[in-house]
């Protein structure tokens, strides 16, 4: 969390964390091609490099897209989380060395414009008659345009909602890839263990993003009015929250997050105003509801973040009632004063 | 995520379910069924050419330094140059017709590989090994079918 712009918000986790990304794509990589190199002596160097980039890429790719359901399902994974946008400029700057090899060696030496080579090629005799080089182009595109805007400066001024929805591209670069690597290396290497590793990966990615939207699916779909009474909804039994930490409930299909800290209780919207994270995933820290994706503050009793920040959310009223917390319908306008609801007043 | 980019990822995610795998399938379904060709790993080196070999070979009338052979009872062959080659870009095909002089590569004929430079190399052919059909030696940069044998190799 910071006031100004840094190319790079570096902390000691996020150093940590880069460097054991790195490192773990340097084993892969080494790994890959010294069993390539003993299962394909005669593999030529730019040749094993290109594969080598384009699966440290595909994989790289599987794990990003695991890590959201992950957290979702286990708070166990939120670290993962905190600095997946490094994770997806590597992931980038992996498709770019497979592209630029592939195209160097595929498509510069020919007669043709390799640009023009590039498009037309597949059209022939090729490996499988089918375009699957330029599904690669568009996917790299996209990892290109999600890579430029992973910046904090493009993430204000786009705002989270837009810069969200145009990085959920993900899924597309993601269809894309499954095409350009059906279409194309498994049309040539028909081992069974590259097609089985293929169809793992997807249903990996695809089978938990579909288990922790069914988990999230039937209470964001709860109505609201058979359970208003007065304005106030009942949410959750103040012992079901833990200390210093919150409970997410859903109305009308909007999370509020609803925070026990110092003997008192407090809701907030569940939505942080950086990159729309979970904020009832986070906790309170030195008294601020802290969000666990980049750690951008709130106070509790506002929802507004402690100067000089400038972010706000919306708060809700909060009641307690025989160890029932009843929150208001409606949220205060971000950055309202609301008390918090006090747990000794209520003798619990 | 507030709520519509909850529900637009709802409606990607039940689509990419739909989609990627059909794609998936109808990838794998597409393959060709002729073989591609790739080094055979268990002929890779010239020792364990002669180690292996079956005996069957293939000479040619023009070429006389050009020699295909059959790796054990694979369906991996191993083919030879002894002599330089004084043609640029020379490729061994394997095609089902009778070829002419005027022969180029047509849509059912398969490209093996490179002829080697004064060496060897071993290709993995599959089950059209013993289907029949002409070696073609073809000059790609020349445009000139070099020599061709037909393929005597057995099941």
Same mark, same amino acid.
């Given at each position: 969390?910071?006031?100004?712009?840094?190319?790079?918000?570096?902390?000691?986790?996020?150093?940590?964390?880069?460097?054991?990304?790195?490192?773990?794509?340097?084993?892969?990589?080494?790994?890959?091609?010294?069993?390539?190199?003993?299962?394909?002596?005669?593999?030529?160097?730019?040749?094993?490099?290109?594969?080598?980039?384009?699966?440290?890429?595909?994989?790289?790719?599987?794990?990003?897209?695991?890590?959201?359901?992950?957290?979702?399902?286990?708070?166990?994974?939120?670290?993962?989380?905190?600095?997946?946008?490094?994770?997806?400029?590597?992931?980038?700057?992996?498709?770019?060395?497979?592209?630029?090899?592939?195209?160097?060696?595929?498509?510069?030496?020919?007669?043709?414009?390799?640009?023009?080579?590039?498009?037309?090629?597949?059209?022939?005799?090729?490996?499988?008659?089918?375009?699957?080089?330029?599904?690669?182009?568009?996917?790299?595109?996209?990892?290109?345009?999600?890579?430029?805007?992973?910046?904090?400066?493009?993430?204000?001024?786009?705002?989270?909602?837009?810069?969200?929805?145009?990085?959920?591209?993900?899924?597309?670069?993601?269809?894309?890839?499954?095409?350009?690597?059906?279409?194309?290396?498994?049309?040539?290497?028909?081992?069974?263990?590259?097609?089985?590793?293929?169809?793992?990966?997807?249903?990996?990615?695809?089978?938990?993003?579909?288990?922790?939207?069914?988990?999230?699916?039937?209470?964001?779909?709860?109505?609201?009015?058979?359970?208003?009474?007065?304005?106030?909804?009942?949410?959750?039994?103040?012992?079901?929250?833990?200390?210093?930490?919150?409970?997410?409930?859903?109305?009308?299909?909007?999370?509020?997050?609803?925070?026990?800290?110092?003997?008192?209780?407090?809701?907030?919207?569940?939505?942080?105003?950086?990159?729309?994270?979970?904020?009832?995933?986070?906790?309170?820290?030195?008294?601020?509801?802290?969000?666990?994706?980049?750690?951008?503050?709130?106070?509790?009793?506002?929802?507004?973040?402690?100067?000089?920040?400038?972010?706000?959310?919306?708060?809700?009223?909060?009641?307690?009632?025989?160890?029932?917390?009843?929150?208001?319908?409606?949220?205060?306008?971000?950055?309202?004063?609301?008390?918090?609801?006090?747990?000794?007043?209520?003798?619990? | 995520?507030?709520?519509?980019?909850?529900?637009?990822?709802?409606?990607?995610?039940?689509?990419?379910?739909?989609?990627?795998?059909?794609?998936?399938?109808?990838?794998?379904?597409?393959?060709?069924?002729?073989?591609?060709?790739?080094?055979? @790993?268990? &002929? $890779?080196?010239?020792?364990?050419?002669? %180690?292996?070999?079956? +005996?069957?070979?293939?000479?040619?009338?023009? !070429?006389?330094?050009?020699?295909?052979?059959?790796?054990?009872?694979?369906?991996?062959?191993?083919?030879?140059?002894?002599?330089?080659?004084?043609?640029?870009?020379?490729?061994?095909?394997?095609?089902?017709?009778? @070829?002419? &002089? $005027?022969?180029?590569?047509?849509?059912? %004929?398969?490209?093996? +590989?490179?002829?080697?430079?004064?060496?060897? !190399?071993?290709?993995?052919?599959?089950?059209?090994?013993?289907?029949?059909?002409?070696?073609?030696?073809?000059?790609?940069?020349?445009?000139?079918?070099?020599?061709?044998?037909?393929?005597?190799?057995?099941?």
């Amino acid at each position: 969390m910071s006031v100004t712009y840094h190319a790079v918000g570096w902390s000691t986790f996020k150093k940590r964390y880069d460097l054991i990304l790195w490192l773990g794509i340097v084993l892969f990589l080494v790994v890959f091609c010294g069993v390539s190199l003993f299962l394909f002596p005669k593999v030529t160097l730019e040749i094993l490099l290109i594969r080598a980039f384009g699966s440290a890429a595909f994989l790289l790719l599987h794990i990003i897209l695991c890590i959201g359901p992950l957290a979702r399902l286990h708070r166990h994974f939120l670290p993962l989380l905190y600095n997946r946008r490094h994770m997806g400029v590597s992931l980038f700057i992996l498709a770019l060395l497979h592209g630029f090899l592939s195209w160097i060696t595929y498509h510069a030496g020919g007669d043709l414009n390799p640009f023009v080579s590039l498009i037309v090629s597949d059209a022939g005799p090729g490996i499988s008659r089918f375009p699957f080089q330029i599904f690669g182009v568009m996917a790299l595109v996209i990892l290109f345009l999600m890579a430029a805007t992973s910046h904090d400066f493009w993430l204000v001024n786009l705002t989270a909602p837009f810069w969200k929805a145009m990085h959920m591209l993900v899924y597309a670069a993601y269809a894309f890839l499954v095409v350009h690597v059906v279409f194309g290396a498994i049309q040539a290497e028909t081992h069974g263990i590259l097609t089985g590793l293929v169809g793992g990966g997807m249903v990996v990615v695809l089978g938990l993003h579909l288990v922790s939207g069914w988990r999230e699916h039937k209470p964001d779909n709860q109505p609201l009015d058979s359970r208003l009474d007065q304005g106030f909804i009942e949410a959750c039994r103040v012992a079901d929250i833990p200390e210093n930490r919150a409970r997410i409930v859903s109305i009308a299909g909007e999370r509020v997050a609803i925070f026990k800290y110092d003997g008192k209780v407090c809701a907030v919207s569940n939505v942080c105003q950086h990159q729309n994270g979970p904020l009832g995933e986070g906790k309170i820290v030195h008294g601020c509801i802290t969000c666990p994706w980049h750690g951008y503050q709130y106070l509790p009793e506002t929802g507004a973040s402690p100067p000089p920040f400038v972010e706000k959310i919306p708060i809700f009223k909060v009641k307690i009632q025989n160890g029932i917390v009843h929150i208001s319908a409606l949220p205060e306008m971000p950055g309202t004063y609301v008390e918090p609801a006090s747990i000794e007043m209520e003798g619990i | 995520m507030i709520r519509p980019l909850r529900i637009r990822h709802r409606y990607i995610i039940s689509c990419l379910t739909i989609i990627v795998p059909v794609v998936a399938v109808c990838g794998l379904l597409m393959r060709p069924e002729r073989p591609i060709m790739q080094a055979h @790993p268990e &002929a $890779a080196s010239h020792h364990s050419h002669h %180690s292996h070999a079956s +005996g069957e070979k293939i000479t040619f009338s023009q !070429l006389k330094n050009v020699s295909i052979s059959r790796v054990g009872h694979s369906s991996g062959i191993h083919i030879v140059n002894r002599g330089p080659l004084t043609y640029p870009d020379v490729l061994l095909y394997w095609t089902p017709e009778e @070829p002419t &002089a $005027a022969w180029e590569p047509t849509s059912s %004929s398969l490209l093996v +590989g490179l002829l080697p430079d004064q060496g060897g !190399l071993s290709y993995e052919m599959g089950p059209i090994l013993t289907s029949g059909g002409t070696w073609v030696i073809y000059s790609l940069g020349h445009k000139k079918l070099l020599d061709q044998s037909r393929n005597t190799f057995s099941f």
